[in-house]
Antibody
Framework: EVHLVESGGGLVKPGGSLRLSCAASGFTFSHAWMSWVRQAPGKGLEWVGR??????????DYAEPVKGRFTISRDDSKSTLYLQMNSLKTEDTAVYYC???????WGQGTLVTVSS | DVVMTQSPLSLPVTLGQPASISCRSS???????????LNWFQQRPGQSPRRLIYKVSNRDSGVPDRFSGSGSGTDFTLKINRVEAEDVGVYYCMQATHWPRTFGQGTKVEIK
């Protein structure tokens, strides 16, 4: 059974940084394209970014609102996905989900609150 | 970016009756390999999203057969054959043909 478990959320001041992690199990993580999706309180879903598997060149793509501030990386030896978030803004406040493939499976999410 | 437009945004339904949600894309979702990467997700209250349908009409494992997807080009539909109480939640379409991936605004399904 696939499990995706996010961690690392919390309260951070505007301009601050946070790193989220997503521990994966139940599938061959090294072969999977992985993504982060966020959901602001009471709002819809927004794709944040994606990292390809290393065999498929391991490159990343980001949505415009986070480009240059967020970085997605992966450690296949630990089956873990990361989201490094810098220069955080209040509008980044959301539940952040990691998801595999094209939304095949989702974690439970971790809440990031950006507030002074 | 590809804009995904869902309608209606709110859908009150009677238990046992059918329901239908429309999703239109601002450009064709046909990928270079000939596939259409249009997915449907369900988000029950307080839960993470769950994919129901991938590539327009393929049900994910464990999804009841009362859910079906159809469509082509830029026009897609999710149908629930007979709505059950557990179907309450918000439904999203998402295109995975173009980057960035984009979602519809969501359709809230509730019981009348």
């Amino acid at each position: 059974e696939v499990h995706l478990v996010e961690s690392g959320g919390g309260l951070v001041k505007p301009g601050g940084s946070l790193r989220l992690s997503c521990a994966a199990s139940g599938f061959t993580f090294s072969h999977a394209w992985m993504s982060w999706v966020r959901q602001a309180p009471g709002k819809g879903l927004e794709w944040v970014g994606r990292i390809k598997s290393k065999p498929d060149d391991g490159t990343t793509d980001y949505a415009e609102p986070v480009k240059g501030r967020f970085t997605i990386s992966r450690d296949d030896s630990k089956s873990t996905l990361y989201l490094q978030m810098n220069s955080l803004k209040t509008e980044d406040t959301a539940v952040y989900y990691c998801t595999s493939g094209q939304g095949d499976d989702w974690g439970q999410g971790t809440l990031v609150t950006v507030s002074s | 970016d590809v804009v995904m437009t869902q309608s209606p945004l709110s859908l009150p339904v009677t238990l046992g009756q059918p329901a239908s949600i429309s999703c239109r894309s601002s450009q064709s979702l046909v990928y270079s390999d000939g596939n259409i990467y249009l997915n449907w997700f369900q988000q029950r209250p307080g839960q993470s999203p769950r994919r129901l349908i991938y590539k327009v009409s393929n049900r994910d494992s464990g999804v009841p057969d009362r859910f079906s997807g159809s469509g082509s080009g830029t026009d897609f539909t999710l149908k629930i054959n007979r709505v059950e109480a557990e179907d309450v939640g918000v439904y999203y379409c998402m295109q995975a043909t173009h980057w960035p991936r984009t979602f519809g605004q969501g359709t809230k399904v509730e019981i009348k």
